[in-house]
């Protein structure tokens, strides 16, 4: 990576960005190849025998392949080696996220202890307490849970009722309330419980075992999909937890809530991509078996059309969440260097990719559901039936868009942050916004020229301009009223993660030739135009959908028109480019990029 390039949070919208400044899967070193095949080994000997008796509930089964990920030094990836982990760097801990993320059910248990359960406590913990507990966690001795939610509270997190008073001896806090959809929840040692002490406003976080006295479970929740996931609720009945398991200052729980949720958007954005692949690979294997008027449907222009379709979502995925990987591991670094120790450097990273996480949540979610959804279709009867392996795939899928902050609150929060970090003064979007706007019937179109990557980054600079345009002239318009205006700030927000993604698609194509020469690269760079093509065409709705929601008159035509100078729709042969996408994935039975 460059020395000089900075990059802070949200500002891919404002600055120049080269190959040489983005990780990609294509930079992955010798030892991070190493963990990637391990983590497959993994999958393959131990999980994948084992997923229906996982859904099932076997008794112990779940414990044990959570030990077994232990015994491979999984459940300790990015912890201390002081307590027993592999301090492995921000972009490994992903890459394990990834390709763990094929395992189903066990990757949500996974992804709940390594994630949400471990890291309010590596993050914010004290060194008694993480003296105490991560050497346990790293092992699987103790899982770990993070219990955030309850009835009245989901994603309105903070309105928790439950409470938590300090005993007249001053030694232990009493914890009474409830907390539902708890992942891990029926086979936890340890919970990250959100409580607010005593009349505050603001949550506090504790550490609970689980075996404490006045703890109570509900079945397991009969749920659509990750049925192998244990799911409770989980009742606090005058539970006494020491003073010293206060996590973090009293009143800080709802920044720690918010700050772990961040990584786990990222953690979530790189195991959708696993399940991705799994998904994605069984429509290919099948479309090339099953035959229908006596040829392979993977011969039909319709059935191309999907498997390429899939592919081009599942490198998006893959482009966007190992760059921001890589953001993120880089700002650490510098945290480190400035004198930062290595879990605050990390979380203080990831809090200013805050967009970004978002950005991969919500994106690889919705790519995810696409996949699997099209792999059903592909499957055709077969994918309707509960013993094909896609079934599973397309009801495991549905939760990603509901947990870590559901869609709708992601979506949101990409621009409430982008509103904050302006404001802060990190960046100037609302003086180029109004420049723009100033010179609306004279505006600056980036042109380009024949060039794939030249011609492309011309697009993007514009479309980045598309959307720096509605959101000044939204904000102009309606200023703090924004926030009440919903379906605007969703539609700017789609603008934005797809500029995202394209980007990252884009700068992850362009190094690919720079590393593998031209021939190589050709199907990235036509996966990449069809996506800038999909992407120009939805930011181009996006726009129009919010102009129309608040523009008067005498602004809506010009902006109308600015929007429709700006957002070019690329002229780029789709069908043969997904066509020839198709063919390699036809060819090599399998995702192959
Ligand atoms: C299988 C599973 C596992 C889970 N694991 C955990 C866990 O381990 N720990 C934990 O603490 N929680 C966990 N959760 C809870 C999960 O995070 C919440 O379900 C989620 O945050 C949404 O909260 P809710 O279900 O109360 O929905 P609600 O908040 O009631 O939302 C309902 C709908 O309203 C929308 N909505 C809500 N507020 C707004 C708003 N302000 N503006 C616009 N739209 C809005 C939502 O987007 C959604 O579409 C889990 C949930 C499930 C289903």
Redo the contacts with the bound molecule.
């Keep these: 990576m460059s020395e000089n390039l900075k990059l802070i949070g949200g500002e891919f919208l404002v600055k120049e960005i080269a190959p040489k400044d983005v990780f990609s899967l294509e930079d992955l070193s010798e030892e991070q190849m190493m963990i990637k095949d391990m983590c497959r080994d993994f999958i393959n000997a131990e999980i994948n025998p084992a997923l229906n008796d996982l859904d099932n509930h076997k008794e112990g089964l779940l414990r044990q392949k959570l030990d077994k990920a232990g015994e491979y030094g999984l459940l300790g990836a990015g912890l201390p080696e002081e307590y027993g982990g592999m301090d492995l760097d921000f972009i490994s801990t992903m890459l394990v996220a990834d390709n763990l993320g094929a395992g189903h059910s066990f990757s ?1 248990a996974f992804s ?1 202890h390594t994630g ?1 359960g471990t890291l309010p406590l590596l993050y914010y913990g004290n060194k008694e307490q993480k003296d105490k507990y991560l050497p346990l966690l790293a092992t699987g001795e103790y899982t770990a ?5 309850e009835p009245d ?5 903070n309105a928790g009722r439950t409470k938590a008073v300090l005993s007249e001896d001053g030694k232990h806090y009493i914890i009474n309330g409830q ?7 029926g086979i936890a040692d340890l919970l990250t419980v959100f409580a607010k002490i005593d009349n505050d406003r603001i949550l506090s976080a504790f550490l609970i075992e689980a075996n404490s006295e006045g703890i109570t479970l509900n079945p397991e ?1 009969n ?1 659509m999909g ?1 049925k192998g ?1 244990s ?1 409770r609720q989980i009742f606090f009945n005058d539970v006494k937890v020491p003073v010293e398991n206060l996590l973090g200052k009293r009143g800080e729980g709802f920044r720690i809530a918010l700050n772990i949720l961040h990584v786990g958007r990222v953690k979530l954005g790189a195991s959708v991509i696993g399940g991705a692949r799994v998904a994605l690979n069984n429509s290919v294997n099948y479309s090339n078996e099953r035959k229908q008027f006596g040829k392979h449907i993977s011969s039909f222009g319709a059935i191309q059309h999907k498997l390429a379709q899939q592919a081009i979502n599942l490198y998006g995925i893959e482009s966007a969440v190992y760059r921001a990987s890589g953001d993120i591991n880089k700002l650490a670094e510098e945290n480190i260097t400035k004198g930062m120790e290595k879990a605050s450097a990390e979380i203080d990273a990831i809090s200013k990719y805050a967009i970004e996480a978002a950005i991969l949540k919500v994106f690889g979610s919705e790519a995810l559901d696409f996949i699997v959804d099209e792999a059903v279709q592909i499957y055709g009867g077969m994918g309707f039936s509960a013993e094909s392996p896609v079934d599973r795939s397309y009801r495991d899928s549905r ?1 990603n868009r ?8 992601n979506r ?1 929060v990409i621009i409430d942050t982008l509103l904050k970090f302006i404001k802060r003064g990190d960046y100037d979007i609302f003086g180029i916004g109004n420049n723009i706007i100033n010179n609306i019937n004279n505006i600056t179109i980036e042109k380009g020229n024949d060039d794939f990557f030249n011609k492309n980054i011309a697009q993007i600079k514009n479309l980045k301009n598309a959307s720096i345009l509605t959101l000044t002239s939204v904000h102009n318009e309606l200023n703090r009223k924004l926030g009440f205006e ?1 379906e605007i700030m969703m539609s700017i927000s789609d603008m934005i993660i797809n500029i995202y993604v394209a980007e990252s698609m884009l700068l992850r194509a362009k190094k690919i030739e720079e590393l593998k020469g031209k021939e190589f690269a050709e199907p990235y760079k036509k996966m990449t135009d069809v996506f800038i093509y999909e992407a120009s065409k939805t930011i181009r709705n996006k726009a129009f959908d919010a102009i129309n929601s608040f523009a008067n008159d005498n602004k809506f035509n010009d902006l109308l028109n600015a929007i429709t100078k700006l957002v070019k729709i690329p002229q780029t042969n789709i069908k043969e480019y997904r066509r020839d996408i198709a063919k390699r994935l036809i060819e090599e039975n399998k995702y192959c990029f």
């Design positions: 949500v709940a949400i849970a993070y219990c955030l939610t509270a989901g994603s309105d997190a907390k539902m959809w708890i992942t891990n929840g929740e749920k990750i996931s799911t939760i509901i947990f870590e902050g559901t869609n709708e609150i949101m919903q």
